[in-house]
């Protein structure tokens, strides 16, 4: 699915107007990505929670050069589904 559908799907079910669903998603997506970005995780009850996690230092050779070469740490979003949204997953 993608973005414009799922906005599109939203507006239909709630019944309210594109645009309306289109801010809000926005907003709802720049805000979490600040809260990131701040260093604090996001939980949504019921659906799960965003955080971000430390990646360690990773060596890895390019097939094609045949170079080998190492990533940096840094840290990466992540997200952990809640177990209720496991459960209506898995009926």
Known sequence: MTRSQLISAVAEEARVEARVVETVMDTMFDTITE?????????????????????????????????????????????????LLKDKLSR
């Open 35 to 83: 809260q990131l970005k701040a260093g604090e995780k996001v939980t949504i009850a019921g659906f799960g929670r965003f955080e971000m996690r430390p990646r360690k230092t990773k060596a890895f050779t390019n097939p094609k050069t045949k170079v080998s070469s190492r990533l940096e740490p840094t840290v990466i979003p992540g997200f952990k589904a809640s177990g």
